[in-house]
């Protein structure tokens, strides 16, 4: 599984707070000191916590479900997008649309939309509508996929939430939680970490820090999708070798079956026979048994040429 060190999250700037006033109380177990009026975040916590949700987002993954990626912030979109687009899960980088998990199904409907109108720019129904008509699709069109583009492929509700600062993404926390779906996040001294199930406390303005910890999410997803690439393959494998194995029994159990018909076809024409051969001699004792009971020699046939010849 993919890990950090303590040099990479320091270099990265993760440590780095906000002000002293701004805090909540909440990440008081999660803050090392305060100095110049910022607070710092002791990063051996945020390195084990990186490592829990890693874990667990690699489980996920593993098992076929998929992760939803949400990160609006100006220094977070571009970085995120580019990331996620490797393991191809979907992400919301430009406004997060109101109810897109608790009315799930309305916006299903918006990207049945999107495909219509890709549908419809294909065929030749295209080209006979005014150009008017052609410039206002063409701008809805756009304006979809800039809303919708990333998650057009998500046709159920997503199984996680990784978020890139909870207080901007408070609408799409209140969904997550609504439907008991787990929510990942960094969380930053100003936030509240009992709103999410896996917080990670780090700064979630810098660059470098979202994209340390999101490359990091990222690559323990990649670890488990080929986890289980490679465990379809085995069980693939396996289920052919079973089925192999099934064939050469079955084949050997009807070769050993025509044997055993040979053989008692063989043993049943032998028992025959001992009969035949049997009623022959009891046939022959019974008839000699009757010539020893009559005691006469039986009577010689003569015949009348015999006769002439003798007289001669």
């Known amino acids: ?127 006979k509508i005014s150009k008017r008509e052609r410039l206002q699709i063409t701008r809805e069109r756009a304006k979809l996929e800039k809303q919708l583009g990333s998650i057009s492929d998500l046709n159920r509700l997503p199984s996680a939430l990784f978020i890139v600062d909870i207080n901007k993404e408070h609408i799409a926390v209140a969904e997550a939680k609504k439907l008991n779906i787990p929510t990942f996040a960094i969380v930053d001294t100003n936030s509240d970490p009992l709103k999410v199930d896996f917080p990670i406390p780090a700064n979630d303005d810098a660059s470098k820090s979202i994209s340390l910890i999101v490359n990091i999410m990222v690559k323990a997803i990649e670890e488990g999708l080929i986890e289980r690439k490679m465990e379809r393959e085995k069980r693939m494998q396996d289920e052919k070798e079973e089925k192999v194995k099934e064939e050469k029994i079955a084949k050997i159990k009807t070769t050993s079956k025509t044997i055993e018909e040979t053989k008692n076809k063989q043993d049943d024409e032998l028992v025959k026979l001992k009969d035949s051969s049997s009623e022959r001699k009891t046939h022959k004792v019974e008839k000699e048994k009757e010539k020893k009971s009559t005691g006469k020699r039986p009577r010689k046939i003569v015949s009348k040429t015999s006769i002439k010849t003798t007289n001669k």
């Not at 489980?59 to 076929?64: D, L, R, V």
């Not at 995120?80 to 992400?91: C, D, F, G, T």
Request: no cysteine.
């Open 1 to 127: 599984m993919a890990k950090t060190n303590f040099n990479e999250l320091l270099d990265a700037g993760v440590h780095f707070g906000h002000l002293k006033r701004k805090w909540n109380p909440n990440m008081a177990p999660y803050i090392f000191m305060e100095r110049n009026g910022i607070h710092i975040i002791d990063l051996y916590k945020t390195n084990a916590k990186i490592e829990e949700a890693a874990s667990a987002l690699k489980q996920i993954a593993k098992s076929g479900k998929r992760i939803l990626f949400v990160a609006t912030k100006k220094q977070a979109k571009e970085l995120v997008a580019e990331h996620v687009r490797r393991i191809n899960m979907p992400y919301v980088t430009e406004r997060w649309p109101g109810g897109m998990l608790t009315n799930f199904a309305t916006n299903r409907k918006a990207v049945k939309k999107m495909a219509s109108i890709d549908k419809m720019m294909v065929n030749d129904t295209f080209k």
